[in-house]
């Protein structure tokens, strides 16, 4: 069968489960004109034209059609409604919108998954905790990944760096995204859970990888899909996560350091709100939240770094005006005051970001009816924020698809966060954001003051439409000191 056969088999099987599973949703009586829009084929809708792989940094096709940037096709403009996996919703490729989406939170929109979310997040998940229950989580949250913590973490993060960009260096190829994977998941699992890949010999980061493939990919749970294999590997990861945590258990101890001494110390506090089941459910999203986004971006930012050796260059220099600038250069180790002056390397990973476009949506629902530019978005319909349409537009970027850091000198003071949402924005911005740049940065800081590195092959990507290396990207290690060159 061709895969299209395949997939829309697929869709009908779907289709007739969500039916099962969702009652109808009440025909809710509002006053004004949806967006404009194709609902596409009946219960199909346009699911198999979203889910279609693209190449390009671009915007997605489907979105670029649809809001008419392209010659030729409809255009519906900025916000308009389409049908996914049975769901009818609106999509907003527009800044502003987007931005009044995120400052609304939990007054004209709250957070709303796609079923396959749900089912890969479990049901007592952190996205749709509300109140009390999840403000306490966020701060149990904070209180590890907040700035205090993350000025003691710099040491870590630097040991880690290290050990992994040298193991590199005695290698003959190292495949990038995989290798930087490795090493910010060895990292927050030991922040998270003291898990320590090298001494544990179940892979816990390997069920992940399955995950995260079949993430936001189409829906279809039949053996050999990547959906399946992505249920799949949720389950076992959940697996090991209970039974690290009942070992815990066993063994308490006595000093508050990682995420399960948190969650045991709660657990036995009298009326606490926490249970085991919504613990290891935060446990598996943070873990998830936190090494494949961070990851996926250094990858591309070494790529971009390779592909651009000015650029390089620019950054290169100011990691080396640090080192200069220190007094005892024998055994020195990176400040705080170091991380906050590298200016140029927020740069960097600014423009990565915004290229990189790790959350290809993000997606609410609205929760009373919204006007927008003559439309209405009704009650109850989800709506997607398309972060690329916003950070690719070439009113707002000049030559948006261009990697070029320097574009972000100075748009701090225009207000620039209403164009930039790689980290979500309004209430439910990203958590984890300072930690994945503390991480970032150090290990740019390193690789580019200490290493060489030449592309052997690999580097391309494709977006389905979460970005993916689909040959990975390999490249060849060693010290700046070594010779040969
Ligand atoms: C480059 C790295 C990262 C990117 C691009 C990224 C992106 C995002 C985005 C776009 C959101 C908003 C989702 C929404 O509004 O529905 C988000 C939320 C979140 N992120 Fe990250 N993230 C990154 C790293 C991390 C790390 C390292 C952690 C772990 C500590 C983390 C934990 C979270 C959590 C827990 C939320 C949910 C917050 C909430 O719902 O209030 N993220 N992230
Ligand atoms: C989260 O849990 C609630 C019930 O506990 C469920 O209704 C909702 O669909 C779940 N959402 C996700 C993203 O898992
Ligand atoms: C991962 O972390 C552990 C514990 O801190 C460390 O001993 C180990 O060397 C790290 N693994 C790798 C591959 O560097
Ligand atoms: C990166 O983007 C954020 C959000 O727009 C902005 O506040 C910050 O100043 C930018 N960083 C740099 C170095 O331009």
């Not at 980061?205 to 053996?223: A, H, M, Q, V, Y």
């Not at 390193?446 to 979460?466: D, E, F, M, Q, S």
Request: positive net charge; contains cysteine; charged residues 20%.
């Amino acid at each position: 069968m061709s895969p299209i056969v395949v997939s829309l088999v697929g869709v009908v099987i779907i289709i007739s489960i969500t039916h099962l599973l969702f009652t109808r949703k009440k025909t809710s009586t509002y006053h004004g004109k949806l967006p404009p829009g194709s609902m596409g084929l009946p219960f199909l809708g346009e699911t198999r034209q979203y889910f279609t792989p693209y190449s390009s940094f671009d915007i997605p096709p489907f979105v670029k059609q649809r809001r008419g940037l392209l010659i030729d096709i409809v255009r519906y403009g900025s916000i308009f409604k389409t049908s996914l996996v049975g769901t009818p919703l609106i999509i907003s490729a527009d800044a502003e919108l987007n931005h009044i989406i995120f400052q609304q939170e939990g007054q004209a929109f709250e957070s709303w998954y796609p079923t396959t979310f749900t089912q890969i997040f479990g049901p007592e998940n952190l996205s749709t905790l509300k109140d009390i229950m999840y403000k306490y989580l966020k701060n149990m949250v904070l209180s590890l990944f907040g700035p205090e913590s993350l000025k003691k973490m710099i040491f870590e993060v630097e040991d880690e760096v290290l050990t992994h960009l040298n193991q590199w260096c005695n290698k003959d190829t190292v495949e990038l995204k995989d290798a930087t994977a490795k090493m910010i998941f060895n990292l927050t699992a030991k922040k998270l859970i003291s898990h320590d890949a090298e001494s544990s010999s179940e892979n816990l980061r390997e069920n992940f990888d399955e995950i995260i493939k079949g993430l936001i990919s189409f829906p279809l749970n039949i053996p050999g899909t990547a959906y399946h294999k992505c249920l799949q590997g949720r389950k076992k990861a959940m697996k090991m996560l209970r039974k690290l945590l009942q070992e815990r258990k066993m063994k308490p101890r006595k000093l508050n350091e990682d995420f399960f001494d948190y969650v045991l110390e709660e657990l036995s506090k009298e009326g606490t709100l926490l249970t085991e089941g919504i613990a290891l459910d935060l446990m598996f999203v943070l873990l998830f939240a936190s090494f494949e986004t961070t990851s996926t971006t250094l990858t591309l930012a070494i790529k971009f770094l390779t592909d651009n050796p000015l650029v390089l260059q620019k950054l290169t220099e100011e990691h080396e005006i640090i080192l200069k600038s220190r007094e005892n250069v024998l055994d020195s180790r990176l400040s705080w005051k170091d991380y906050r002056s590298m200016t140029y390397t927020f740069m960097v990973i600014n423009e990565t970001l915004r290229l990189a476009n790790i959350a290809p949506v993000i997606s609410r629902k609205a929760i009373k009816d919204v006007s927008f530019k003559g439309y209405t978005i009704p009650a109850g319909w989800p709506v997607m924020v398309c972060p690329p349409a916003v950070h690719l537009d070439s009113s707002i970027y000049e030559n948006p698809l261009e990697f070029n850091p320097s574009r972000w000198e100075g748009r701090e003071v225009h207000g620039a966060t209403k164009h930039f949402m790689a980290f979500g924005g309004g209430m439910r911005f990203c958590i984890g954001a300072d930690f994945s740049k503390v991480q970032m940065a150090v290990f740019l800081h390193y690789l580019v003051t200490k290493y060489r590195w030449k592309p052997i092959k690999g580097g391309n990507t494709i977006r389905t439409p979460g970005l993916q290396f689909p040959d990975g990207f390999h490249a060849c290690f060693a010290t700046k000191s070594s010779s040969t060159n």
